[in-house]
């Protein structure tokens, strides 16, 4: 009966998150029939073919599909190839090793690759809050969660990644030392992750919508919610040599970010059909509590603040990382050009 259960638990893992994979695309789409306006920004003067990695295929990055889907990304001359890779310090090391030209992952990887003597620039932020909550298995008595969690082990995604930062600075709230008092189990793929909690590895998880809805429906317990945390999610990040190199390049991919974003908040049912394709969801209810909930994280301008950037840096593992300051990782001059020239006010009325 045990071994029944957990086919099902799984099977049920495999209906709503997508297994890890290095593919550009699903396979199912909708058509690329975008209506785009022209806007005062110039397309770049030769079409560029770029690779870009992202971390999840979580629904933070549905700018990312957006700009694919609706060819916001052709219509500035940059024919983008969007490459899963399970985790942002593992995109970080793609970049790093010069498999993709750029790549959305946080500030923690991006410290470690400058302190190991590789220089990177994160030019545009995806959001600045995040939705992400922490779920107990239902033996934990959650009255106690301090008492609780020590000794227990902890699945936050891949070592060093958003998740596990979160989690370790959630242990110190708890007034707890994360490197004594739990266990960390680090998985790149939710849908690995998601079975492992399902099956009782682990006894408490980390995750983001749609995934946390299931775990509600499921009835597991959520004990904290990052929501209001100030927080940046992984950024657009180039090597700082071809990041100089290609001003242009970077203007357009940031403005193509930006002029997404605006799609998303005016076309609801476009942009559902596009998290349907890339997350694999078909159930309408939690495609709308999912897209809903996206809406909270969408910035108005993707300034980096060095406020979010601290925060990556404070709760880093290296001394080497928590002796940088924001400006050795972050540019805004991407996004203060696109500021002041109007664009970002000229998409945001579309």
């Known amino acids: 009966m045990k071994k029944f259960l957990l086919a099902v638990l799984v099977a049920m893992v495999g209906i709503f998150v997508l297994s890890a994979c290095n593919s550009e695309e699903p396979t199912k789409g909708v058509s690329a029939e975008s209506g785009l306006k ?3 920004l110039e397309p770049l003067s030769s079409p560029v073919d770029i690779k870009i990695g992202y971390p999840t295929q979580g629904v933070s990055q549905l700018p990312l599909w957006v700009a694919k889907d609706t060819g916001i990304f052709e219509k500035y001359g940059v024919n983008a190839e969007l490459v899963y890779i399970a985790g942002s310090p593992k995109v970080q090391e793609t970049l790093n090793g010069g498999g993709i030209h750029a790549g959305f992952t946080g500030i923690e990887p991006a410290g470690n690759a400058k302190a190991a003597g590789i220089d990177t620039v994160t030019f545009s932020a995806t959001a600045h809050k995040i939705a992400v909550y922490i779920y107990a298995s239902k033996d934990i008595d959650t009255s106690n969660i301090k008492e609780e969690i020590q000794g227990k082990t902890i699945l936050a995604g891949a070592e060093g990644s958003l998740y596990d930062l979160l989690a370790h600075s959630y242990i110190r709230e708890l007034g707890l030392d994360p490197e004594k008092d739990v266990e960390f189990l680090y998985m790149g793929g939710e849908g690995d992750r998601t079975a492992a909690f399902l099956k009782g590895a682990v006894d408490f998880y980390l995750v983001a919508p749609p995934t946390s809805f299931k775990m509600d429906e499921m009835d597991y317990p959520r004990i904290y919610d990052f929501s209001d945390q100030e927080v940046l999610i992984p950024g657009l990040v180039m090597k700082t040599d071809y990041y100089n190199e290609n001003q242009e390049l970077a203007k357009v991919l940031a403005a193509s970010l930006i002029e997404a974003n605006n799609y998303i908040k005016a076309n609801k049912e476009e942009s559902l059909e596009i998290i349907s394709k890339w997350t694999g969801m078909d159930d309408p209810k939690l495609m709308d509590k999912t897209y809903e ?18 925060f990556y840096l404070e709760n880093s593992q290296f001394e080497e990382v928590r002796a940088l300051k924001p400006a050795d990782l972050v540019d805004n001059s991407i996004i203060q ?3 002041d020239s109007g664009f970002i006010d000229e998409v945001s009325t579309q």
């Open 38 to 40: 022209k806007t005062s």
């Open 293 to 310: 909930i996206n809406l909270m994280t969408i910035p108005e301008k993707p300034y980096i603040s060095d406020e979010t950037v601290q």
């Open 337 to 339: 050009q696109l500021d």
